[in-house]
């Protein structure tokens, strides 16, 4: 089996997916098509012997849409695309909106009692009347040309979407205006009252604001592949007969020997053979502290070198490195990502056709049973088409979004997809990241004790780690710094990889590291036994300190809860949902973070791929997941989840890859999104319940129900004015969200 990406064009609405997915899937040799609407992208699981590439191209244009391979050096392109997109939509909104609010003015000015010129006037020059309100109308209709081309495509491939419903109602219509308008230039001026351009132009409007609102809520491209490609080293220096050459990454061959300098990147995944030193792999484990490398241990490309040299074996090369499978990863998260479906564009699939042959049925009725001229029956179809548009169902969603991200943006709040507000509020299980979420993300002094007569021990603890590199020596020179202590000159000064530091001051020699220096160099740590025990209970680092043999300190480093972690999990478990903790770093220290914060289960010592199948296990069990988290590990992880949410303090991979992007660290927002979320779900559903509501009253008196026993007739124009009435009264729906309190 193959598997390739498209891109597919000229998809509108859930119907579009369902009807390339249809085509694909129904190929011999296509195992799966999945079609994500968002992405534009299609994700195809074919037999490369039964069909080819090419061949799902066709399907899909004879579906009629356009599909090409996806090609991932035209990301740019593709996102230069979408931004054209949005460019394209505002200027038709604004264009047709210049050519709409006069025709509008002119046709419905006088039913209210507005000033119209005479030579303007339905009354005093009816066919000028009557041939500028065509000559407003036509452009409109150009500029809306794309609702005709899909509504008309759609209708005859026997799947009719919104598009078809909007492009019938405005055709009939303007059709019927047309006719109209022939009949007063034979001198008929009573039909001056019987156009209908004006719903015509209004229906497109609208439509197209909605369009408008639809594409901004769109998420963009996102550059998170080509972000963690930026992490791989572009060069490494080989051992080839016994000298360094400088080469290309793609020129390194299995088994070649690599000498890594101090701060350079390492180039492939392999293994230590020669050197020690601290490598910062926070790119893959999210932990702050760098890891001891020495011979036979483990090196990952992208990885950066600290103050050792080092020369290791290549072993996983090109698309075998950890740091390519992270890219696969994230880059498969975000194609296969299952479609959301509208609620407005499946209710269409159904109503759609329903309305049309509601108006086609009405029109017969009132023509062949009831004897009524053309004219009566071609407005009675007219008025049903026109006042069941949907365009208050189009708007319905796209509105409640565009106030929901923007009273998120207000609290700092970032939705990079509008169907993410869709999605939040109903996530079973929220994840989190340690490091840099639930923590401070660096380490910092939290404890210390002193033994035997030594009131300097921080001073002198400090003193040392002012010579070293490792980012704990920082938490203890800012605790001195607080502290207002000076840093002494030392002599001798020596690091000990992996154990500590050593240094000589005023004839006395001392040791600063953990316990396996102090076991190596005979200190008695029996005096700090207890305080050892509370430290590690509590998940911090120790770092004992001795003087000429003689234990003098002990201090504890850790990463600090944030102030709101643990009110943001009690407010989550108060609003019903599971919380789990996933971390790459040791199971003691999670355990104890946990604990301190109110998290019950904790998946600890994670690599980032287990990271991502964790949460696709819990998928699996057909929970929803959301997955909150700040560093490059993060990211497949962030890509899998229904919902990822990245810190804004956190890597710029981290907020590529996730839906949702919280601008301050401050975790009570996870919260806040889920509490947005919510408010506007419920708005959508406001929203959808006055557009339905209206259309299923206004149905039947625009068949024509209440003339039957004596009523009035629903003249289409007044149609149109309620059509956009109903829109007007969704979109202040929506705007009264901006008033929620969070």
């Given at each position: 089996?193959?598997?390739?990406?498209?891109?597919?064009?000229?998809?509108?609405?859930?119907?579009?997916?369902?009807?390339?997915?249809?085509?694909?899937?129904?190929?011999?040799?296509?195992?799966?098509?999945?079609?994500?609407?968002?992405?534009?992208?299609?994700?195809?699981?074919?037999?490369?012997?039964?069909?080819?590439?090419?061949?799902?191209?066709?399907?899909?244009?004879?579906?009629?849409?356009?599909?090409?391979?996806?090609?991932?050096?035209?990301?740019?392109?593709?996102?230069?695309?979408?931004?054209?997109?949005?460019?394209?939509?505002?200027?038709?909104?604004?264009?047709?909106?210049?050519?709409?609010?006069?025709?509008?003015?002119?046709?419905?000015?006088?039913?209210?009692?507005?000033?119209?010129?005479?030579?303007?006037?339905?009354?005093?020059?009816?066919?000028?009347?009557?041939?500028?309100?065509?000559?407003?109308?036509?452009?409109?209709?150009?500029?809306?040309?794309?609702?005709?081309?899909?509504?008309?495509?759609?209708?005859?491939?026997?799947?009719?979407?919104?598009?078809?419903?909007?492009?019938?109602?405005?055709?009939?219509?303007?059709?019927?205006?047309?006719?109209?308008?022939?009949?007063?230039?034979?001198?008929?001026?009573?039909?001056?009252?019987?156009?209908?351009?004006?719903?015509?132009?209004?229906?497109?409007?609208?439509?197209?604001?909605?369009?408008?609102?639809?594409?901004?809520?769109?998420?963009?491209?996102?550059?998170?592949?080509?972000?963690?490609?930026?992490?791989?080293?572009?060069?490494?220096?080989?051992?080839?007969?016994?000298?360094?050459?400088?080469?290309?990454?793609?020129?390194?061959?299995?088994?070649?020997?690599?000498?890594?300098?101090?701060?350079?990147?390492?180039?492939?995944?392999?293994?230590?053979?020669?050197?020690?030193?601290?490598?910062?792999?926070?790119?893959?484990?999210?932990?702050?502290?760098?890891?001891?490398?020495?011979?036979?241990?483990?090196?990952?490309?992208?990885?950066?070198?600290?103050?050792?040299?080092?020369?290791?074996?290549?072993?996983?090369?090109?698309?075998?490195?950890?740091?390519?499978?992270?890219?696969?990863?994230?880059?498969?998260?975000?194609?296969?990502?299952?479609?959301?479906?509208?609620?407005?564009?499946?209710?269409?699939?159904?109503?759609?056709?329903?309305?049309?042959?509601?108006?086609?049925?009405?029109?017969?009725?009132?023509?062949?049973?009831?004897?009524?001229?053309?004219?009566?029956?071609?407005?009675?179809?007219?008025?049903?088409?026109?006042?069941?548009?949907?365009?208050?169902?189009?708007?319905?969603?796209?509105?409640?979004?565009?106030?929901?991200?923007?009273?998120?943006?207000?609290?700092?709040?970032?939705?990079?997809?509008?169907?993410?507000?869709?999605?939040?509020?109903?996530?079973?299980?929220?994840?989190?990241?340690?490091?840099?979420?639930?923590?401070?993300?660096?380490?910092?002094?939290?404890?210390?004790?002193?033994?035997?007569?030594?009131?300097?021990?921080?001073?002198?603890?400090?003193?040392?780690?002012?010579?070293?590199?490792?980012?704990?020596?920082?938490?203890?020179?800012?605790?001195?710094?607080?502290?207002?202590?000076?840093?002494?000159?030392?002599?001798?000064?020596?690091?000990?990889?992996?154990?500590?530091?050593?240094?000589?001051?005023?004839?006395?020699?001392?040791?600063?590291?953990?316990?396996?220096?102090?076991?190596?160099?005979?200190?008695?740590?029996?005096?700090?036994?207890?305080?050892?025990?509370?430290?590690?209970?509590?998940?911090?680092?120790?770092?004992?300190?001795a003087e000429d043999g003689k234990l003098i300190g002990l201090f504890g480093v850790s990463d600090q809860v944030k102030a709101d972690s643990a009110?943001?999990?009690?407010?989550?478990?108060?609003?019903?949902?599971?919380?789990?903790?996933?971390?790459?770093?040791?199971?003691?220290?999670?355990?104890?973070?946990?604990?301190?914060?109110?998290?019950?289960?904790?998946?600890?010592?994670?690599?980032?791929?287990?990271?991502?199948?964790?949460?696709?296990?819990?998928q699996v069990e057909g929970k929803s997941v959301i997955m909150v988290g700040d560093g490059i590990n993060d990211a497949p992880a962030l890509a899998?989840?229904?919902?990822?949410?990245?810190?804004?303090?956190?890597?710029?991979?981290?907020?590529?890859?996730?839906?949702?992007?919280?601008?301050?660290?401050?975790?009570?927002?996870?919260?806040?999104?889920?509490?947005?979320?919510?408010?506007?779900?419920?708005?959508?559903?406001?929203?959808?319940?006055?557009?339905?509501?209206?259309?299923?009253?206004?149905?039947?008196?625009?068949?024509?129900?209440?003339?039957?026993?004596?009523?009035?007739?629903?003249?289409?124009?007044?149609?149109?004015?309620?059509?956009?009435?109903?829109?007007?009264?969704?979109?202040?729906?929506?705007?009264?969200?901006?008033?929620?309190?969070?």
């Open positions: 089996m193959s598997k390739e990406t498209f891109v597919v064009n000229g998809m509108t609405c859930a119907s579009c997916v369902a009807n390339v997915e249809n085509a694909v899937n129904n190929l011999d040799g296509v195992d799966k098509a999945v079609v994500n609407l968002t992405t534009e992208k299609m994700s195809v699981d074919y037999s490369g012997n039964k069909v080819s590439p090419e061949a799902i191209e066709k399907a899909v244009a004879d579906a009629g849409y356009e599909a090409q391979v996806y090609n991932p050096d035209t990301a740019k392109s593709q996102e230069e695309r979408e931004e054209d997109k949005i460019h394209k939509v505002r200027e038709r909104l604004i264009w047709s909106s210049v050519f709409t609010i006069p025709l509008f003015y002119l046709a419905m000015g006088p039913m209210v009692g507005l000033p119209v010129p005479n030579f303007l006037s339905p009354h005093h020059a009816a066919l000028t009347y009557a041939l500028v309100l065509l000559i407003l109308t036509v452009p409109v209709m150009w500029l809306g040309r794309s609702f005709y081309s899909n509504g008309f495509r759609t209708l005859a491939k026997g799947h009719p979407n919104m598009d078809a419903l909007v492009a019938l109602a405005t055709s009939a219509a303007f059709l019927y205006s047309l006719f109209g308008t022939y009949h007063i230039s034979l001198g008929h001026v009573h039909h001056a009252h019987q156009l209908y351009y004006e719903s015509v132009a209004v229906i497109l409007t609208l439509i197209t604001l909605g369009k408008y609102f639809e594409t901004l809520s769109k998420g963009r491209t996102s550059d998170a592949i080509k972000k963690l490609m930026h992490l791989s080293a572009k060069e490494a220096t080989v051992l080839r007969d016994g000298k360094e050459v400088k080469l290309p990454v793609d020129k390194v061959v299995l088994g070649d020997h690599i000498v890594v300098k101090p701060g350079e990147k390492i180039a492939v995944d392999g293994q230590v053979i020669s050197g020690s030193s601290a490598i910062d792999e926070s790119m893959l484990t999210g932990e702050s502290l760098p890891i001891e490398k020495s011979v036979g241990k483990p090196v990952f490309a992208g990885s950066i070198n600290g103050q050792g040299s080092l020369i290791y074996e290549a072993e996983k090369i090109g698309k075998d490195t950890l740091l390519s499978q992270i890219i696969k990863l994230v880059e498969d998260a975000q194609q296969t990502k299952a479609p959301i479906a509208k609620i407005a564009d499946q209710v269409s699939a159904v109503f759609v056709p329903v309305v049309m042959a509601i108006a086609f049925v009405s029109g017969l009725f009132w023509y062949f049973i009831m004897g009524q001229t053309f004219t009566f029956a071609m407005t009675v179809a007219v008025s049903v088409l026109v006042i069941a548009c949907p365009c208050a169902l189009g708007l319905a969603t796209p509105t409640a979004i565009m106030v929901g991200t923007g009273l998120g943006a207000e609290h700092g709040i970032l939705y990079k997809r509008g169907d993410v507000l869709e999605l939040a509020h109903k996530a079973d299980v929220l994840v989190f990241d340690k490091t840099g979420t639930i923590t401070q993300g660096k380490p910092q002094l939290v404890s210390s004790y002193t033994y035997g007569n030594s009131g300097v021990a921080l001073q002198l603890l400090a003193s040392l780690e002012a010579k070293s590199e490792h980012p704990l020596s920082q938490a203890i020179l800012v605790a001195a710094e607080n502290a207002n202590l000076d840093v002494l000159e030392i002599d001798n000064f020596s690091s000990l990889t992996g154990r500590g530091l050593t240094a000589s001051y005023a004839g006395k020699t001392y040791l600063a590291g953990n316990q396996t220096l102090m076991a190596e160099e005979k200190v008695d740590l029996t005096s700090a036994q207890a305080d050892f025990q509370n430290l590690t209970a509590d998940g911090e680092t120790p770092i004992f300190l009110d943001m999990v009690a407010a989550l478990h108060q609003m019903g949902k599971e919380v789990i903790m996933l971390t790459g770093d040791n199971d003691q220290t999670a355990q104890a973070i946990a604990q301190k914060v109110g998290i019950k289960r904790v998946i600890s010592q994670v690599l980032p791929q287990e990271k991502s199948r964790v949460i696709s296990d819990l899998t989840a229904d919902i990822g949410i990245a810190m804004g303090s956190g890597t710029d991979i981290a907020m590529e890859s996730a839906d949702m992007v919280l601008m301050k660290p401050n975790l009570m927002d996870v919260v806040k999104a889920l509490k947005i979320s919510q408010a506007t779900i419920t708005t959508i559903k406001e929203n959808l319940f006055w557009a339905f509501i209206y259309n299923i009253l206004s149905i039947p008196v625009a068949m024509g129900v209440l003339h039957l026993f004596g009523g009035p007739l629903l003249d289409p124009m007044i149609a149109g004015f309620a059509m956009s009435f109903s829109s007007v009264s969704v979109v202040l729906n929506s705007l009264r969200l901006k008033r929620c309190k969070i």
